[in-house]
């Protein structure tokens, strides 16, 4: 049975390898601002270091009553506790990756077309998916094609009432529109460390999701 979500917070904020500071050092400033939903983004790091660090991001949002995600790898969610794991289209098969997590952590699933959609929600094993790209974005390589507000819209209903994230270069000023597709919230990574001041671009991205009505 899926994780209730309901309660999980609009903004999903991914670190990610083309920072200055290191993923623990972006988790803790993340945390400081705010966030309480963090997905560890690792791309270039050797099994050593990966888990090393993953289990150095989970502690962190632990002891701050955080969510934490580990990207692409079942081993090192479980190997470093975290809350769950989010699978891209390319990291592995859902179901597979469900029973190895048991029931009780989260695990979410990249959309990128209306297959993908089609599976997500006739699997049964997802909690939420990350759908996108909303638009161009460098921090991501080997892009899915941008889809845009005309390529979401019509995926949504097909995930079966599943909970999606967007993501793929948002901006405060989409998230009305998001909002207004039905989408559960947002993915940002880039867009919340290209300001100085990172608590104020996090309040910015909370205050830009409308309230439902």
């Given at each position: 049975m899926p994780a209730d979500l309901s309660a999980a917070p609009p903004l999903m904020c991914l670190t990610h390898d083309d920072l200055p500071v290191s993923?623990?050092?972006?988790?803790?400033?993340?945390?400081?601002?705010?966030?309480?939903w963090i997905q560890l983004r690792m791309k270039n790091a050797d099994h050593a270091t990966w888990l090393a660090?993953?289990?150095?991001?989970?502690?962190?949002?632990?002891?701050?009553g955080a969510?934490?995600?580990?990207?692409?790898?079942?081993e090192i969610a479980l190997a470093?506790?975290?809350?769950?794991?989010?699978?891209?289209?390319?990291?592995?098969?859902?179901s597979a990756a469900r029973a190895r997590l048991g029931p009780d952590r989260i695990l979410g699933g990249t959309v990128n077309d209306a297959d993908a959609?089609?599976?997500?929600?006739?699997?049964?094993?997802?909690?939420?998916?990350?759908?996108?790209?909303?638009?161009?974005?460098?921090?991501?390589?080997?892009?899915?094609?941008?889809?845009?507000?005309?390529?979401?819209?019509?995926?949504?209903?097909?995930?079966?009432?599943?909970?999606?994230?967007?993501?793929g270069g948002i901006r405060p000023d989409d998230l009305p529109a998001i909002r207004a597709l039905g989408a559960r919230g947002v993915a940002v990574s880039s867009a919340l460390f290209a300001a100085p001041d990172l608590p104020a671009r996090h309040a910015a991205f909370l205050a830009a999701w409308p309230a439902q009505s």
């Open positions: 993923h623990p050092a972006q988790t803790r400033a993340l945390l400081a601002a705010g966030a309480r660090t993953a289990r150095e991001v989970v502690a962190a949002c632990r002891a701050a969510v934490c995600i580990v990207n692409d790898s079942v470093a506790d975290a809350h769950g794991v989010h699978l891209g289209k390319l990291d592995g098969d859902w959609a089609r599976r997500a929600a006739a699997c049964g094993v997802l909690d939420y998916v990350g759908i996108g790209p909303w638009r161009f974005t460098a921090t991501k390589k080997n892009l899915a094609p941008v889809l845009g507000p005309e390529g979401i819209a019509p995926l949504l209903p097909l995930l079966g009432g599943l909970p999606a994230w967007v993501i």
